[in-house]
């Protein structure tokens, strides 16, 4: 979330000036995007975590061991 954050800022310092003439004074980083990208993506990352989780409890040892 951090490195996506520094990217797109960059890239938006960059070359957001040149395609967007006319409200090219009004592009500016961003903090609160960074903040909700922190929370947004840990977020994520627990509840894909959690799922196969899950579904590993459900499942029964033996008959996991056993297949192919």
Known sequence: ASLGFVFGTVLSMRFGPEIFRVTANLIKPQIILLY???????LFCALSAFIPAVWAVIQDPAVTMREE
């Open 36 to 42: 909700w990208a922190l929370i947004v993506s840990s």
